[in-house]
């Protein structure tokens, strides 16, 4: 490494070197020429040529001799070899002048500090056009690709990833199919456990007649066990069965014979045919008209309007009597549905004048509006009144709207605990669903999500209604101060026991009248049938009489005993009479023995 320190003297510059902080070399003069000009105090701006020796073929050699950087004199020349220093390094390493060579406190100096702080050969652009005459080529590589092999590379390496992309998506889908599959298998496993545990416990409450209790009808903590766990669907008509003749004993049924209601006239036959067609219309066993299905749900419709006169028939009676056609045969399940409308007084809910209904619809209202608030709240802020959506609730017990595996487990409950489970599901079910029913920001929303979102919604979450409706506080008591209070307020409760004695022999009296009025129709239909019926005998009786004519033949001859009196003289039975002499001597015995013959006709 080589710096140059310049000296100003009277007779011209003289050129000393150092080299770096511990070696010095020294330059021939020939060399120092090139930087430094012979013009004193001044800096050549335009470079000289380049020193011949540097330009040769052959790279140069320099005289460099180790030297002790205390002598000032440097003047010891060592050849040594150009190829000591790379290119690189002889370019990359800063040159910098020894400060003790240079004059102190001159103008000369401070402008030799300035410029030397570059290399000068590196700055010069002799020195470049050097560098780059001895510059080499770089050869290129002989295993250079073309581009056709650099196009198919890259495709190769496309196609490769784009496999192993396939790949990755079917072992994802593979991974999900797995997934699913152990769902399903965990699911089923789980389900295969719940249904032993039911089978188990509802076969422990079969055997035992004192789960209900006989004196209020509470069931026993087995039942209540039971009944959280829900009733496997093979067992349920056991379990209808036996509720049913667990709580004859202790009800007060009416007496009857299903084969004797069966025969008597009924009067509510044409609705009750209109409202079978509509009820579990996408059922199979209620989907195709004149099914036997249809047939013995108009059967139990019209014995019970029969047997109880007071209730008649009402709409919602269908879908709860389906329900149990559905497990049950024809008589059983009228059995059971006599069983719901007088022991558990349901029959309330449908009579004529709807008073029972309408203090439900206010019970629960207030019910809500105890349990869940919020709910109560949102309803109310949109106009949305208890009777658009829970009329059908309580009427056929979630079976119109909601789906049947819902239904029937609410009828479940209802042969065991009554009209309360209705309330306490009714509770529960609007409470677990007040986030999705609070989105819904106008009348119009709400009432939708109830008819559309709602039901799906109970069939998802059905075991966790059921078993939080057995757990929530209400009780049979709590009904009971409700109704009162409803009682209270639409002036109900003044009314004395003979005064509610006197409404409902009114009810009963415009029944039987509507049913006489039924059975005069009945007959004016009968007359006009029996009417057509004789103008086509005295057709063919006339028909009969020409074609003997006109074979001239005569016809046998009619028994008069069995003309009627007003009927001896009629000009069309005249012909087939014997003859005015026997049938003179035969008038006093066909008035005799005919007169009641003929007030019979």
């Known amino acids: 490494v080589v710096a140059s320190k310049q000296q100003h003297t009277k007779s ?12 010095g070399l020294k330059i021939d003069e020939s060399f120092t020429q090139s930087f430094v000009s012979p013009d004193v105090g001044k800096i050549q701006t335009t470079p000289p040529p380049f020193p011949r020796h540097l330009q040769s073929s052959s790279r140069p050699k320099l005289l460099v001799q180790p030297t002790n950087r205390e002598d000032k004199d440097l003047s010891v020349h060592t050849d040594v070899n150009h190829d000591f220093l790379s290119e690189s390094q002889e370019m990359m390493v800063p040159l910098t002048p020894s400060p003790t060579l240079l004059p102190s406190n001159t103008l000369h100096s401070y402008i030799f500090e300035k410029v030397s702080s570059r290399n000068p050969l590196l700055a010069s652009p002799t020195r470049r056009r050097g560098n780059l005459a001895s510059a080499k080529t770089p050869v290129k590589p002989s295993h250079r690709q073309s581009r056709s092999e650099v196009v198919r590379q890259r495709w190769r390496r496309a196609v490769q990833q784009q ?40 076969g422990d409450v079969l055997k035992d007649i004192t789960c209900i209790s006989a004196s209020n009808n509470t069931p026993s903590s087995l039942l209540v066990q039971a009944l959280k766990l829900g009733c496997p669907s093979n067992l349920r008509a056991n379990v209808w069965l036996w509720i049913e003749d667990v709580c004859k004993s202790h009800s007060s049924l009416p007496v009857y014979s299903y084969i004797d209601l069966l025969t008597r006239p009924c009067i509510y036959l044409h609705a009750i045919f209109i409202d079978i067609h509509r009820t579990f219309p996408t059922h199979s066993m209620f989907k195709e008209k ?150 819904n920001a106008s009348f119009e929303g709400t009432l939708s999500w109830m008819q559309t979102a709602l039901p799906q919604f109970a069939e998802n979450n059905m075991q966790v209604i059921l078993r939080q409706s057995m757990e929530i506080s209400i009780s049979q008591g709590d009904i009971h101060v409700l109704e009162r209070e409803y009682d209270a307020m639409n002036g109900v409760a003044v009314d004395e026991p003979h005064v509610l004695e006197l409404k409902r022999e009114v009810i009963f009296l415009k029944q039987h009248m509507n049913s006489a009025k039924a059975a005069l129709q009945q007959l004016k239909n009968s007359q006009d049938t029996w009417k057509e019926r004789c103008n086509v005998l005295i057709a063919y009786i006339e028909a009969m009489h020409l074609s003997a004519s006109d074979q001239q033949t005569l016809l046998p001859s009619m028994d008069p005993s069995i003309i009627p009196i007003h009927l001896k003289d009629d000009p069309v039975l005249l012909p087939f009479l014997p003859n005015t002499q026997d049938h003179q001597e035969l008038d006093g015995g066909v008035d005799s023995t005919n007169a009641n013959s003929a007030g019979d006709e």
């Open 12 to 23: 011209g510059f003289v050129q000393q070197v150092d080299h770096g902080e511990k070696d």
């Open 163 to 202: 496999m192993l992309l396939l790949r990755m998506k079917k072992e994802n889908e593979r991974f999900e199919v797995d997934r699913k599959q152990a769902e399903v298998r965990f699911e089923t496993a789980q389900k295969h456990q719940l249904h032993e545990q039911q089978h188990t416990v509802w």
């Open 290 to 439: 004149s099914s036997p299905a249809q047939k013995s749900l108009l059967n139990c419709m019209k014995a019970y309007s029969i047997l109880d006169e007071e209730t008649g028939y009402c709409q919602g009676m269908t879908f709860v009597c389906a329900m149990l056609l559905m497990h049950l045969p024809e008589q059983d399940a009228f059995n059971v549905f006599v069983h719901l409308m007088y022991g558990l007084r349901l029959r309330e809910l449908y009579m004529p004048d709807m008073v029972t209904l309408k203090k439900t619809l206010y019970v629960q209202s207030r019910l809500l509006q105890t349990h869940a608030k919020a709910v109560w709240e949102h309803l109310d802020l949109h106009g949305v009144e208890m009777f658009l959506f829970a009329t059908p609730w309580f009427l056929t017990m979630f079976s119109t709207q909601f789906p049947l595996v819902f239904s029937q487990s609410v009828l479940d409950h209802v042969l065991v605990r009554g009209s309360l489970a209705l309330h306490c599901i009714a509770v529960c079910l609007l409470r677990m669903a007040a986030v999705g029913l609070r989105e």
